[in-house]
Nanobody, 119 residues
Framework: QVQLVESGGGLVQAGGSLRLSCAAS????????MGWFRQAPGKEREFIAG????????SYADAVKARFTISRDNAKNTVYLQMDSLKPEDTAIYYC????????????WGQGTQVTVSS
């Protein structure tokens, strides 16, 4: 059974930083692409960042480019999202997702962690 467990969310002031973690189990993590998504109240879930299996390639949504950094540690089956220069509009539930090798969509999702940025 695949499990993705996010942690590290919380309340932070604008301009601050948070680091989210997502611990994966039940899948071959080292061959899976990983991603972070978020969903703000009243809005659709949106892609934030993705990283390939080897961490050799990463992509970001324009809204977070240059402020957020995705990384992974295959030895720990964990993917991270470092969030700097946070803005109130970054307030959302953040979800970790996994995409198995050969798949074009993210197959597995975590339960989400709340990030709230106060102005």
């Amino acid at each position: 059974q695949v499990q993705l467990v996010e942690s590290g969310g919380g309340l932070v002031q604008a301009g601050g930083s948070l680091r989210l973690s997502c611990a994966a189990s039940g899948l071959t993590f080292s061959s899976s692409a990983m991603g972070w998504f978020r969903q703000a109240p009243g809005k659709e879930r949106e892609f934030i960042a993705g990283i390939n299996w080897s961490a050799g390639s990463a992509s970001y949504a324009d809204a977070v480019k240059a402020r957020f950094t995705i990384s992974r540690d295959n030895a720990k089956n964990t993917v991270y999202l470092q969030m700097d220069s946070l803005k109130p509009e970054d307030t959302a539930i953040y979800y970790c997702a996994a995409r198995r090798a050969g798949q074009t969509v993210y197959n597995y999702w975590g339960q989400g962690t709340q990030v709230t940025v106060s102005s």
